[in-house]
């Protein structure tokens, strides 16, 4: 996959950009949106919110099927709260052996996560489109402030 900054996708950065939003609509949807309209009683706020969060992200990640180059911020975010649970959340919860079989399999599926999402993500292109590094002849230098 590509390693230098460029402004253009190879079409197989588009194929992978798009199996990876697909993969993360069929990871979320299907548990989310169940959870959502099935849930009966009180929710507690951040339960709720996590649920509403996951459910959001898997309908933007079913149209980032479609454009992903305009979703790949998506990706980023969804990158960063991985990066956030498994340190904050997995990682202090393993350390004080009150990793449960759930949490468990949350820190397997967010690691798995992190390393697809990192690996996929089109860094360059989105270096040389953010604007903060753009192309020259001899190479990538930093935009002036």
Known sequence: MESTLTTELSRN???????????????????????LVTYEGPWDPF??????????????????VFIPERLIPLLILQ??????????????LYQQGLLTDSAFDLAVANGIGLILDA?????????????????????AVPVDP
């Open 47 to 64: 339960y709720g919110i996590a649920v509403s969060f996951w459910a959001a992200l898997a309908l933007m990640a079913a149209v980032g």
């Open 79 to 92: 990158l960063l709260y991985k990066i956030a649970w498994l340190t904050f959340v997995g990682l202090p």
């Open 13 to 35: 950065r588009l194929i992978a950009l798009r199996v990876l939003f697909f993969l993360t609509f069929i990871g979320l949807a299907p548990n989310a949106w169940t959870e």
């Open 119 to 139: 690996l996929i993500i089109p860094w360059g292109y989105v270096l040389a489109r953010s604007g903060i590094v753009r192309k020259r002849e001899s190479g």
